[in-house]
């Protein structure tokens, strides 16, 4: 592992309204990337989609999500949809900066313990 890629501290927590403009601009880099690197069209066609997206995530007590925070900031993502008996994941989002940390593992761990809880 490079010292680029070495794990760092996480801290997983309750996402919040307040979070959603952080963790949009995330969600429509890391989708664009994505989508650039292999010539997909964009999933999402601008940061306001995004962020409106994660905004109503984040506050509907339907959906369960957690943010991560690497040094203070926020790294990324994950969403639980729990409006029915099969929950849904997603999206999962991770600053292209800081890919390949363990950060992606570490969201879908928490939702996955939630749903196990559920």
Known sequence: MT??????TVTIRRAKPADAPACGQICYD?????????????????????VGLLSMMFS??????????????????????????????GPITIDPNVQNRGIGR???RAVMDRSRER
Not at 30 to 50: I, K, Q, R
């Open 3 to 8: 010292p680029h890629q070495q794990k760092s």
């Open 30 to 50: 890391a989708f664009t990337s994505l989508n650039l690197a292999y010539n997909f069209p964009p999933d999402l066609p601008e940061v306001g989609a995004a």
């Open 60 to 89: 509907h007590p339907g959906f369960y999500c957690v943010v991560a925070e690497l040094h203070g900031f926020i790294a990324g993502s994950n969403c639980l949809d729990e409006r029915s008996a099969i929950a849904g994941v």
């Open 106 to 108: 570490d969201l879908m």
